[in-house]
Every structure is written in structure tokens, then in C-alpha cells.
DNA sequence: TCTGGGGTCCTAGGACCC
DNA sequence: TCTGGGGTCCTAGGACCC
């Protein structure tokens, strides 16, 4: 029987400005992103008490929380405390998975023993990472990633609990669906309108049930209402090697409706997905462009190319193929390209002997970038648009190919 | 002076092939 | 005098997560 723990940090961008800025502290803060249009990043517990909650717009938080501190988010300072984090984690265990930038896994079946047990670990990571790095974490631990999970939201803030295999049910048999990871809103209405309101309910629902409303889905919905998960925590170096898809988007500053603006702002885009794809050793060979209308009204189209490519032209030439296919009913307000169906190519960037010549190109380009700074080269066409400042997201990781550059 | 950005996984319908 | 049927690929969209 397997024991896992679940670290997460609390409002951890927020902590994070509060400790290091002690004139925070104490007071509701928001972290937002740095475009004219952003939205809360994350909101201090001082700013959650006021009711600022996660992805309001600036006006709305300031008009519930008028003495609100916003503070433009720093994803190096976020990342670098998560690099730390990891190096407290792997001193108990090797099996550490880094979920995202605040919360980690730690497979501790094997080394618990050696540290008086899962509950005496998570009291010393508590412990550690508050006097280390000055902020709260919530750590939960359970017989699977699921219960870890579950134990950690239903005790944070400052928490610590453990949910033990026998416990489990007891726990889960009042509890809403929609508090398990993984079962959202939309699938919790859908329940209730089933009769299903709680965890309880839904593991005594006969599986021929959900299977023929849900397919494969309400097999597994079954099994995780009774607590059952049986998914690994996966270390970094074999996720990365599984990454789908790369891709970027942007809230432009102002809509947009010319057609010369836009492709700017795409081939801006391409480059930067392609950037990452070339820095990671990865060739997609499917290329999607997102758009966004001001009513909000978002569609995807794409497109499969011959052959993989990290090339930022090839990827931008397909994007224009696809926008030209389009008819724009309204002005833009946000735009996406991602490259999916990715392969891992090794040493060499291009597949093909012809296109030796192009790739040294953007590998110089790409050496010029690193070393001298981000967008210190970068193509004519996408100077017209002015460019924003780097947003930040939870879900990046401190390594590996989910890393902004 | 509303509503970010990065992902994963699943489904469903149509094209196409045998 | 009729419209089989299974498998696979491709595309679009949506739910869900941090």
C-alpha cells in the first residue's frame, strides 16, 4: 500500500510578495499579470477574506476590496522558490513530482519509515519550508494522488492532514463530487441532475449506469468516488518527455481587426512556440490557431502539415493558410497558435538534409537570443505590434519544457 | 473602461479505405 | 431496385486542471 503526500503552497505567488516585501504583509494583495487586461493571479488569504477570488478583472477586485495591494507577478522569484522547494522535497524521497509551480507529490511508500512515518514528514516540510522561505504550505497525505489531494484542499489553509485507507470512505460519503480532482462543475451539475449529490452516492451507482451516460469517463468517475486512484507520481525527466503540445496565446492590449496586425502578432507568436520547440529538441506536426472575438466567442481551426516542424515560418506560413480560410466577424480580441501531435527529434533540428541551411539560421538565432536576452533578434515583421510583458501561470513548471522563455 | 495563459484528455462527426 | 460495416485519421470543441 502505497503512501503519498501532497504539498501545496498557500495563495503561494502572494506569499511570496508578502515575504519579500514585508510592507505586504498582513494586507489583502493581489498578484496580476503585466497587460493592460489582466485578471487576479492569485489573491492573498488577507484579499480572499474581502472576497477577491482568482481570475477577477483588476476593476472588479478593486471595487469589492478598494484597499487592495496589486503587485505585478515575478515568475523568476516563483520559480525559483519552487527549484528550492524541490531540493527540501528530494531529501525525503526520489519520487518527487512536481505538479506545478506550488504543488508537488512525494511518493513516500518506501522512505516514510526512515523519517517516523508520512505524518512526521509533512510536519517537518511544514515546518522547514515556514522557516526557510517564511511561508504556509497545506500538505496532505493519503494512499494515492486523489486522497493526497483531497486531504490537502479540504485542510488548507496552514494545513495537515492525513486521510487513511480506512478512513476513505467515511470521508468521501457526504462529500460533493465536485471536490474531487478531476470532477468539475459542469460534471457535478450533471450528476445532480442524475440524483447524484454526493461521492457516497455516486460509488453505490450501479457502473452499467454511468458507463451508458458517460462512457469510459463514468468508469472512472465510479472509482474515484470510491477514493480509488491508482495513476503514479511521475518523475520530471519522464514527463517532459511526454509534453503534447506547446503553444502560446495573447490578450491583445486592444482588439483587433486589420489583417496585417494580426499576422504580426502571429508570426510574434509562432516564433515563441517555435523558440521553445527548438530549445526542447520537439517537431509538431499539428498547427492550431486560436481566436478570440471581443463578444468572447473563442474557436480554434488546424491543421496537419506533411512533415514536423519547428520551423517559426513554416509554423507561421500554415497559421496564415488557416486565418485566410477564415471570415472575421468581429474584431480580435485574443490570439493562439500551438503546435501539437509532437515527436522528440534528437541532436538535429531539422528532419530534412534541404533544410540544413534554414536551420542553422534560426539556430544562431536562437544562440544570439539566449545569450544576449529574449527578443534581442527577432523578425521584422514582428516589431509593428507592441509587445507585452510576460504573464505568469501556476501551471508552469521550474524545469523542463513548460518553462516560459 | 468586465472577463489571463499554459496545458491534458476525451468525444463526436465526417472522410476515407478495405 | 437501395442505402453493409469496421477501422483509422482528421478536425473542432469542451471539460478540467493550476
Given at each position: 500500500?502505497?503512501?503519498?503526500?501532497?504539498i501545496d503552497?498557500?495563495?503561494?505567488?502572494?506569499?511570496?510578495?508578502?515575504?519579500?516585501?514585508?510592507?505586504?504583509?498582513?494586507?489583502p494583495?493581489?498578484?496580476?499579470?503585466?497587460?493592460k487586461?489582466t485578471?487576479?493571479?492569485?489573491?492573498?488569504?488577507?484579499?480572499?477574506a474581502?472576497?477577491?477570488?482568482?481570475?477577477?478583472?483588476?476593476?472588479e477586485?478593486k471595487?469589492?476590496?478598494?484597499?487592495?495591494v496589486?503587485v505585478?507577478?515575478?515568475?523568476?522569484?516563483?520559480t525559483h522558490?519552487?527549484?528550492?522547494?524541490?531540493?527540501l522535497?528530494?531529501k525525503?524521497?526520489?519520487?518527487?513530482?512536481?505538479y506545478?509551480?506550488?504543488?508537488?507529490?512525494?511518493?513516500?511508500?518506501?522512505?516514510?519509515?526512515?523519517?517516523?512515518?508520512?505524518?512526521?514528514?509533512?510536519?517537518?516540510?511544514?515546518?522547514?519550508?515556514?522557516?526557510?522561505?517564511?511561508?504556509?504550505?497545506?500538505?496532505?497525505?493519503?494512499?494515492?494522488r486523489?486522497?493526497a489531494?483531497?486531504?490537502?484542499d479540504?485542510?488548507?489553509?496552514?494545513?495537515?492532514r492525513?486521510?487513511?485507507?480506512e478512513?476513505?470512505?467515511?470521508?468521501?460519503?457526504?462529500l460533493p463530487?465536485?471536490?474531487?480532482w478531476g470532477?468539475?462543475?459542469?460534471?457535478?451539475e450533471h450528476?445532480?441532475?442524475?440524483g447524484i449529490?454526493t461521492c457516497?452516492e455516486?460509488?453505490?451507482?450501479?457502473?452499467?449506469v454511468?458507463?451508458?451516460?458517460?462512457?469510459?469517463v463514468?468508469?472512472?468517475?465510479?472509482?474515484?468516488?470510491?477514493g480509488?486512484d491508482?495513476?503514479?507520481v511521475?518523475?520530471?525527466?519522464k514527463?517532459?518527455?511526454?509534453?503534447?503540445?506547446i503553444?502560446?496565446?495573447?490578450?491583445?492590449?486592444?482588439?483587433?481587426?486589420?489583417?496585417p496586425?494580426?499576422k504580426?502578432y502571429?508570426?510574434?507568436?509562432s516564433?515563441?512556440?517555435?523558440f521553445?520547440?527548438?530549445q526542447?529538441?520537439?517537431?509538431?506536426?499539428?498547427?492550431?490557431?486560436?481566436?478570440?472575438?471581443?463578444?468572447?466567442?473563442?474557436f480554434?481551426?488546424?491543421k496537419?502539415?506533411?512533415?514536423?516542424t519547428?520551423?517559426?515560418?513554416?509554423?507561421f506560413?500554415?497559421?496564415?493558410?488557416?486565418l485566410?480560410?477564415?471570415?472575421?466577424?468581429?474584431?480580435?480580441?485574443l490570439?493562439?497558435?500551438?503546435?501539437?501531435?509532437?515527436?522528440?527529434q534528437?541532436?538535429?533540428?531539422?528532419?530534412?538534409?534541404?533544410?540544413?541551411?534554414?536551420?542553422?539560421?534560426?539556430?544562431?538565432l536562437d544562440?544570439?537570443?539566449?545569450?544576449y536576452?529574449l527578443?534581442?533578434?527577432?523578425?521584422?515583421?514582428?516589431?509593428?505590434p507592441k509587445r507585452?510583458?510576460g504573464?505568469?501561470?501556476p501551471?508552469w513548471?521550474?524545469?523542463?519544457?513548460?518553462?516560459?522563455?
Amino acid at each position: 500500500m502505497k503512501t503519498i503526500i501532497l504539498i501545496d503552497m498557500d495563495a503561494f505567488f502572494a506569499s511570496v510578495e508578502q515575504q519579500s516585501n514585508p510592507a505586504l504583509r498582513g494586507r489583502p494583495v493581489a498578484v496580476i499579470g503585466a497587460g493592460k487586461r489582466t485578471v487576479v493571479t492569485t489573491a492573498s488569504y488577507e484579499a480572499r477574506a474581502r472576497g477577491v477570488k482568482t481570475g477577477m478583472n483588476l476593476y472588479e477586485a478593486k471595487k469589492i476590496c478598494p484597499e487592495l495591494v496589486v503587485v505585478v507577478g515575478n515568475n523568476d522569484k516563483y520559480t525559483h522558490t519552487c527549484t528550492k522547494l524541490k531540493e527540501l522535497y528530494l531529501k525525503y524521497t526520489p519520487d518527487v513530482e512536481i505538479y506545478s509551480v506550488d504543488e508537488a507529490f512525494l511518493d513516500v511508500t518506501g522512505s516514510a519509515h526512515l523519517f517516523g512515518g508520512p505524518l512526521e514528514i509533512g510536519r517537518k516540510i511544514k515546518k522547514e519550508i515556514k522557516r526557510l522561505f517564511g511561508i504556509n504550505a497545506t500538505v496532505g497525505m493519503g494512499p494515492n494522488r486523489l486522497i493526497a489531494k483531497l486531504a490537502a484542499d479540504l485542510s488548507k489553509p496552514d494545513g495537515l492532514r492525513w486521510i487513511k485507507r480506512e478512513e476513505v470512505a467515511e470521508v468521501l460519503e457526504d462529500l460533493p463530487p465536485e471536490q474531487l480532482w478531476g470532477i468539475g462543475k459542469r460534471m457535478a451539475e450533471h450528476l445532480r441532475s442524475l440524483g447524484i449529490c454526493t461521492c457516497g452516492e455516486l460509488a453505490r451507482t450501479p457502473v452499467g449506469v454511468l458507463r451508458s451516460r458517460f462512457g469510459i469517463v463514468g468508469e472512472h468517475l465510479k472509482r474515484m468516488a470510491q477514493g480509488l486512484d491508482d495513476s503514479p507520481v511521475a518523475a520530471d525527466d519522464k514527463e517532459t518527455e511526454d509534453v503534447k503540445s506547446i503553444g502560446h496565446s495573447m490578450t491583445l492590449p486592444e482588439d483587433v481587426y486589420r489583417i496585417p496586425e494580426i499576422k504580426a502578432y502571429l508570426l510574434l507568436l509562432s516564433d515563441r512556440v517555435c523558440f521553445r520547440a527548438r530549445q526542447y529538441g520537439y517537431a509538431g506536426k499539428t498547427v492550431t490557431l486560436i481566436v478570440r472575438y471581443r463578444s468572447f466567442e473563442t474557436f480554434s481551426v488546424r491543421k496537419k502539415l506533411n512533415s514536423p516542424t519547428n520551423d517559426t515560418h513554416r509554423v507561421f506560413g500554415a497559421i496564415c493558410e488557416l486565418l485566410d480560410g477564415l471570415r472575421l466577424r468581429e474584431p480580435v480580441r485574443l490570439l493562439g497558435v500551438s503546435i501539437g501531435s509532437l515527436l522528440r527529434q534528437s541532436g538535429q533540428l531539422a528532419l530534412f538534409p534541404e533544410q540544413d541551411r534554414r536551420r542553422r539560421l534560426l539556430e544562431t538565432l536562437d544562440r544570439i537570443n539566449l545569450r544576449y536576452g529574449l527578443r534581442s533578434i527577432v523578425w521584422a515583421a514582428t516589431l509593428e505590434p507592441k509587445r507585452q510583458p510576460g504573464v505568469i501561470s501556476p501551471a508552469w513548471r521550474p524545469e523542463g519544457v513548460h518553462r516560459s522563455l
